[in-house]
């Protein structure tokens, strides 16, 4: 069983940073596609980032340029590096691990971001 917490949102005016950080319950990287999602008030939840096994990253349209993910792999934590915010950016954040091999799949409880002046 794969446990993810996530933690680091909260709340930044328009232009701020955040970084955001997915705990995960060990070195898991190796076998799962890490992502960050994200689910807007009256909104379907949308894909974010990805970085897989190998380090490759991935982004949505929306974010590409702004937001970075990464992976600490002393610390077994995945990172969300959102910069140039803006208040569209609003939502609340999951980490999610997915290994499409064993169709396995493991979210978060999710961090709220408001983004306002």
């Known amino acids: 069983q794969v446990q993810l917490v996530e933690s680091g949102g909260g709340l930044v005016q328009p232009g701020g940073s955040l970084l955001l950080s997915c705990a995960t319950s060990g070195n898991i990287f190796r076998f799962y596609d890490m992502n960050w999602f994200r689910q807007a008030p009256g909104k379907q939840r949308e894909w974010v980032a990805a970085?897989?096994?190998?380090?490759?990253?991935n982004y949505a349209h929306t974010v590409k340029g702004r937001f970075t993910i990464s992976t600490d792999n002393a610390k077994n934590a995945v990172h969300l590096q959102m910069n140039n915010l803006k208040p569209e950016d609003t939502a609340v954040y999951y980490c999610?691990?997915?290994?499409?091999?064993?169709?396995?799949?493991?979210w978060g409880q999710g961090t709220q971001v408001t983004v306002s002046s």
């Open positions: 999610n691990a997915h290994n499409p091999l064993i169709s396995q799949e493991y």
């Open positions: 970085i897989s096994g190998g380090g490759n990253t």
